[in-house]
């Protein structure tokens, strides 16, 4: 028998798995609502902004430009959402992260620039792990408590100026067209191999699914918390170097304001679910995506940007709200 | 007795937890491919001695050896390359992951590349369910599954980590009787083939039905070693009561005056897939008995009556005034009450105390103006304390701390104390020992001679007919039959018209 299931298997295989999949399309379409919304609002405005350019090349490939750095700090927020836990911290620490590199920059060149900046980055991971999993305050109070401390701090350290990036070389690695949607993409590789493919993440799923049960299956989910916090700070403090290298090439501790909200978003479109167990990397690159296209095509259909954000808000709530799994039908 | 052939030995355990000794000095020792029975009332210390051989808890005192040689056990890990594998009472399973992605949750099989190779464990994981003569998909999301299916897959997870130690705690407590059938035959199979088993059980006849030998612990200690052979039922009760009772449970004519309008009245009730054109009656003072197969829709009935599942259609009446059930505050407001089937889950919080959780139900009554009357709080909580032998070393203890068994009775305290109308109880003395069990029996019966309606939900078939005085018998949402309970006459009788075998 030991020889012949995996024969067995194999051939019932095909059929099996076609099955599966148009079953699954069929019940829990509910779960690709975040393609279905992308692919639906994309040919909307194919069709209603042509002639504004909505089409041209270079618009369509504004939209994963401007999307990058959303979801670098997105793919590692995945991760920590997860397992159940937050990160509001991210926005201030893209400010500050652009400034330290900034400042590096100025004192060396590419190489001291990227440290200073990781260097601030693995700084906060660190003590938001440290005060989330062996302190054990809840993420939400730590993270919130963070973001005005480290604001506060990079507006102190610099009267409210902003930092010149003072290396090309950095501007052209973390800034230019081609290296942010070639960030993007590296990032969204390695993170869904990682949630997908690897232990670590799917003991990151396990955590956020059940963490007692995870614990009894031998899982240190302490620790493991930790290190998607220290993760989730250094893809932010990632993303603070491209903020930064992008469009005003300077480093601002304001940089950033809000972003972490755009992050959280971009995640939760994505399908992951915000009580842990469920995460989806691809979901929330195209939930980064998305918002993107959305602001992207009501611009050019000449919105302003309050109005924008209204829609925006809206879209949103519609989005989660037809993903959401009725309840009471159980 | 050979030491040679012990697999475990433990002896002179102790552990206390902040000062209360729950193990003293409990000696234990498991022989290669035996099934043996670990029992003993709630709270008496079953489940901490397993977690310590599991590696859940360090022993304050005491040795343990595998196979002959000294070992101390840190963690779960350590216990799990041990070869000791165990079945959580409460489950250890991820309901977001899949069934083979739970099966090897920690000893994940990895390709050449370092990554994880899900289509081998998917393999595997099938061999192993194959080997244990069930059927599941083991790509099926852990969530989508029922009960029966969790717990064959936390066995097949200690299989596939190669357990030579199987501890299974109360494995059966929630389980439909032809699945309990499905455990067995797997218990004895494993055993044959050279896996000892730990059988930790409240139920005396499946007690005697699978093991060889037992220990029963009291209050934390070893009262009794012997095989089954040489035991009698009342003997193994003793042990385990420390008194001589009839631990068997008695059914009591109570008449019922049905001559007025009935209490409640349930009009072809259809809900979902699960409940489909369900009438009876129910005076007051009677207890109803609801029995069926797992899956036969007893629970979403249940539920649909407390209001939580929508109603497709049908009419509920009470007191002959037809009610509308939109939500569990509907249905408290007209006095029906529901203890579920899932404690841990629907029925407590967990990090609360107990009197907390006992009082939650019931506030409105201890009320003192705007605030709330603290004094008369504990002297209510104390009383279900009491009442239901609860076994905790404070009220103000967080229940979660609480052995199953006791975590249960919460559950029910908490309800029993509401003074409801309809009182609709989900397999209520799943884990309950065999004292409380006859103690719950009594409430049930004060209940109905104060006039209310009791709906009891139970696999136990020795428990339901204990209490009802009539019984439902549903299938595929249903009703298949229904039965006074004299017209029963023995367990058999009911257990082939639960299967639907007609008599
Ligand atoms: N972590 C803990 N902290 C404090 N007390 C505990 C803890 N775990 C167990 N206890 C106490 O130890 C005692 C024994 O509990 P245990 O779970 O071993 O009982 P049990 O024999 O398994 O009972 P049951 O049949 O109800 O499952 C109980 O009184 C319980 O309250
Ligand atoms: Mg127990």
Same mark, same amino acid.
């Given at each position: 028998?030991?020889?012949?299931?995996?024969?067995?298997?194999?051939?019932?295989?095909?059929?099996?798995?076609?099955?599966?999949?148009?079953?699954?399309?069929?019940?829990?379409?509910?779960?690709?609502?975040?393609?279905?919304?992308?692919?639906?609002?994309?040919?909307?405005?194919?069709?209603?902004?042509?002639?504004?350019?909505?089409?041209?090349?270079?618009?369509?490939?504004?939209?994963?430009?401007?999307?990058?750095?959303?979801?670098?700090?997105?793919?590692?927020?995945?991760?920590?959402?997860?397992?159940?836990?937050?990160?509001?911290?991210?926005?201030?620490?893209?400010?500050?992260?652009?400034?330290?590199?900034?400042?590096?920059?100025?004192?060396?060149?590419?190489?001291?620039?990227?440290?200073?900046?990781?260097?601030?980055?693995?700084?906060?991971?660190?003590?938001?792990?440290?005060?989330?999993?062996?302190?054990?305050?809840?993420?939400?109070?730590?993270?919130?408590?963070?973001?005005?401390?480290?604001?506060?701090?990079?507006?102190?350290?610099?009267?409210?100026?902003?930092?010149?990036?003072?290396?090309?070389?950095?501007?052209?690695?973390?800034?230019?067209?081609?290296?942010?949607?070639?960030?993007?993409?590296?990032?969204?590789?390695?993170?869904?191999?990682?949630?997908?493919?690897?232990?670590?993440?799917?003991?990151?799923?396990?955590?956020?699914?059940?963490?007692?049960?995870?614990?009894?299956?031998?899982?240190?989910?302490?620790?493991?918390?930790?290190?998607?916090?220290?993760?989730?700070?250094?893809?932010?403090?990632?993303?603070?170097?491209?903020?930064?290298?992008?469009?005003?090439?300077?480093?601002?501790?304001?940089?950033?304001?809000?972003?972490?909200?755009?992050?959280?978003?971009?995640?939760?479109?994505?399908?992951?679910?915000?009580?842990?167990?469920?995460?989806?990397?691809?979901?929330?690159?195209?939930?980064?995506?998305?918002?993107?296209?959305?602001?992207?095509?009501?611009?050019?259909?000449?919105?302003?940007?309050?109005?924008?954000?209204?829609?925006?808000?809206?879209?949103?709530?519609?989005?989660?709200?037809?993903?959401?799994?009725?309840?009471?039908?159980? | 007795?050979?030491?040679?052939?012990?697999?475990?030995?433990?002896?002179?355990?102790?552990?206390?937890?902040?000062?209360?000794?729950?193990?003293?000095?409990?000696?234990?020792?498991?022989?290669?491919?035996?099934?043996?029975?670990?029992?003993?009332?709630?709270?008496?210390?079953?489940?901490?001695?397993?977690?310590?051989?599991?590696?859940?808890?360090?022993?304050?005192?005491?040795?343990?050896?595998?196979?002959?040689?000294?070992?101390?056990?840190?963690?779960?890990? @350590?216990?799990?390359? +041990?070869?000791?594998?165990?079945?959580?009472?409460?489950?250890?399973?991820? &309901? !977001?992951? #899949?069934? *083979? %992605?739970?099966?090897?949750?920690?000893?994940?099989?990895?390709?050449?590349?370092?990554?994880?190779?899900?289509?081998?464990?998917?393999?595997?994981?099938?061999?192993?369910?194959?080997?244990?003569?069930?059927?599941?998909?083991?790509?099926?999301?852990?969530?989508?599954?029922?009960?029966?299916?969790?717990?064959?897959? @936390?066995?097949?997870? +200690?299989?596939?980590?190669?357990?030579?130690?199987?501890?299974?705690?109360? &494995? !059966?407590? #929630?389980? *439909? %009787?032809?699945?309990?059938?499905?455990?067995?035959?797997?218990?004895?199979?494993?055993?044959?083939?050279?896996?000892?088993?730990?059988?930790?059980?409240?139920?005396?006849?499946?007690?005697?039905?699978?093991?060889?030998?037992?220990?029963?612990?009291?209050?934390?200690?070893?009262?009794?070693?012997?095989?089954?052979? @040489?035991?009698?039922? +009342?003997?193994?009760?003793?042990?385990?009561?420390?008194?001589?009772?009839?631990? !068997?449970?008695?059914?009591?004519?109570?008449?019922?005056?049905?001559?007025?309008?009935?209490?409640?009245?349930?009009?072809?009730?259809?809900?979902?897939?699960?409940?489909?054109?369900?009438?009876?009656?129910?005076?007051?003072?009677?207890?109803?008995?609801?029995?069926?197969?797992?899956?036969?829709?007893?629970?979403?009935?249940?539920?649909?009556?407390?209001?939580?599942?929508?109603?497709?259609?049908?009419?509920?009446?009470?007191?002959?005034?037809?009610?509308?059930?939109?939500?569990?505050?509907?249905?408290?407001?007209?006095?029906?009450?529901?203890?579920?089937?899932?404690?841990?889950?629907?029925?407590?919080?967990?990090?609360?105390?107990?009197?907390?959780?006992?009082?939650?139900?019931?506030?409105?009554?201890?009320?003192?103006?705007?605030?709330?009357?603290?004094?008369?709080?504990?002297?209510?909580?104390?009383?279900?304390?009491?009442?239901?032998?609860?076994?905790?070393?404070?009220?103000?203890?967080?229940?979660?701390?609480?052995?199953?068994?006791?975590?249960?009775?919460?559950?029910?305290?908490?309800?029993?104390?509401?003074?409801?109308?309809?009182?609709?109880?989900?397999?209520?003395?799943?884990?309950?020992?065999?004292?409380?069990?006859?103690?719950?029996?009594?409430?049930?019966?004060?209940?109905?001679?104060?006039?209310?309606?009791?709906?009891?939900?139970?696999?136990?078939?020795?428990?339901?007919?204990?209490?009802?005085?009539?019984?439902?018998?549903?299938?595929?949402?249903?009703?298949?039959?229904?039965?006074?309970?004299?017209?029963?006459?023995?367990?058999?009788?009911?257990?082939?018209?639960?299967?639907?075998?007609?008599?």
């Amino acid at each position: 028998m030991t020889d012949l299931a995996p024969l067995a298997a194999l051939a019932g295989s095909p059929p099996g798995r076609l099955q599966i999949l148009a079953r699954r399309l069929g019940t829990d379409w509910r779960q690709y609502v975040i393609y279905i919304g992308f692919v639906t609002i994309f040919v909307i405005f194919a069709v209603t902004l042509n002639d504004k350019g909505f089409l041209q090349t270079n618009n369509l490939l504004n939209i994963p430009r401007q999307a990058s750095s959303v979801a670098v700090a997105a793919v590692a927020m995945t991760f920590l959402i997860s397992c159940a836990e937050i990160d509001l911290s991210v926005g201030s620490l893209v400010g500050l992260s652009g400034l330290a590199a900034a400042y590096g920059s100025l004192h060396g060149g590419l190489i001291t620039a990227i440290l200073a900046a990781v260097g601030v980055g693995l700084l906060i991971g660190v003590v938001n792990g440290v005060l989330v999993t062996y302190v054990e305050i809840p993420s939400f109070l730590v993270t919130l408590a963070m973001l005005w401390m480290i604001r506060g701090f990079g507006q102190w350290r610099t009267d409210s100026k902003a930092q010149p990036i003072a290396s090309e070389a950095f501007r052209t690695l973390f800034g230019s067209n081609t290296m942010r949607i070639v960030w993007l993409v590296v990032f969204a590789v390695v993170g869904a191999i990682v949630l997908n493919k690897t232990r670590a993440g799917r003991y990151v799923l396990a955590t956020g699914g059940n963490r007692t049960a995870a614990e009894f299956s031998g899982i240190s989910t302490r620790k493991l918390k930790f290190y998607v916090f220290v993760g989730t700070s250094l893809c932010a403090a990632f993303a603070g170097m491209m903020v930064a290298a992008n469009l005003n090439n300077y480093g601002k501790y304001e940089n950033g304001t809000g972003l972490e909200l755009s992050v959280i978003a971009a995640v939760i479109l994505g399908g992951t679910s915000l009580f842990g167990g469920k995460g989806s990397i691809a979901g929330t690159i195209f939930g980064a995506l998305f918002v993107q296209l959305i602001g992207n095509g009501l611009l050019l259909s000449g919105l302003e940007s309050s109005q924008l954000d209204i829609i925006k808000g809206a879209i949103i709530i519609v989005a989660v709200a037809l993903r959401r799994e009725k309840s009471g039908a159980r | 007795m050979d030491d040679l052939a012990l697999a475990i030995r433990m002896a002179g355990i102790r552990k206390s937890f902040s000062g209360n000794v729950v193990l003293n000095e409990v000696d234990f020792g498991l022989r290669r491919g035996e099934v043996h029975v670990l029992a003993g009332g709630n709270g008496a210390g079953k489940s901490t001695l397993m977690k310590i051989l599991q590696g859940v808890y360090s022993l304050d005192a005491g040795r343990i050896e595998i196979d002959g040689r000294d070992v101390v056990l840190h963690s779960i890990h @350590e216990a799990r390359q +041990a070869g000791i594998g165990m079945v959580f009472q409460e489950f250890s399973l991820i &309901p !977001t992951l #899949s069934v *083979a %992605k739970n099966v090897f949750l920690g000893t994940e099989r990895l390709a050449r590349s370092h990554l994880l190779d899900d289509a081998s464990s998917v393999t595997r994981t099938r061999e192993i369910f194959a080997d244990m003569g069930v059927d599941i998909d083991p790509n099926m999301p852990m969530s989508k599954l029922g009960t029966a299916y969790w717990q064959l897959t @936390e066995i097949a997870k +200690a299989l596939a980590q190669n357990a030579k130690v199987l501890i299974l705690d109360e &494995p !059966t407590a #929630s389980l *439909a %009787k032809h699945e309990v059938e499905l455990l067995f035959a797997l218990v004895g199979r494993l055993a044959a083939s050279g896996i000892s088993i730990i059988y930790i059980s409240h139920r005396m006849d499946e007690i005697f039905r699978i093991a060889d030998r037992i220990t029963v612990l009291r209050d934390g200690n070893r009262v009794l070693t012997a095989p089954l052979s @040489e035991l009698s039922p +009342a003997d193994v009760v003793e042990a385990i009561v420390g008194r001589k009772v009839d631990g !068997t449970l008695q059914w009591r004519e109570r008449t019922v005056d049905r001559s007025g309008a009935p209490l409640l009245e349930v009009r072809a009730l259809s809900a979902g897939r699960r409940v489909q054109d369900v009438s009876f009656v129910a005076h007051a003072g009677e207890i109803i008995g609801l029995a069926g197969l797992m899956g036969s829709g007893r629970t979403e009935l249940a539920r649909c009556l407390f209001g939580i599942d929508p109603i497709d259609s049908g009419t509920v009446h009470i007191h002959g005034k037809q009610i509308e059930l939109r939500s569990s505050a509907d249905a408290i407001a007209v006095g029906i009450a529901l203890i579920p089937e899932d404690r841990r889950v629907q029925g407590l919080v967990l990090q609360h105390s107990v009197r907390d959780n006992l009082l939650i139900t019931q506030l409105k009554g201890l009320r003192r103006g705007p605030l709330l009357n603290d004094r008369k709080g504990s002297a209510t909580a104390a009383k279900l304390i009491q009442q239901l032998s609860v076994k905790t070393a404070s009220p103000n203890l967080a229940v979660g701390r609480l052995s199953g068994g006791n975590q249960q009775k919460v559950v029910i305290g908490k309800w029993l104390g509401t003074d409801p109308e309809i009182l609709i109880m989900d397999e209520p003395t799943a884990g309950v020992d065999i004292g409380t069990k006859s103690e719950i029996i009594e409430r049930i019966r004060d209940l109905a001679d104060a006039g209310k309606v009791v709906v009891v939900i139970s696999s136990e078939l020795p428990e339901l007919l204990a209490v009802s005085d009539r019984i439902v018998v549903l299938r595929s949402g249903s009703i298949e039959r229904e039965f006074e309970r004299h017209e029963i006459e023995n367990e058999h009788t009911l257990q082939l018209a639960i299967q639907g075998v007609s008599s």
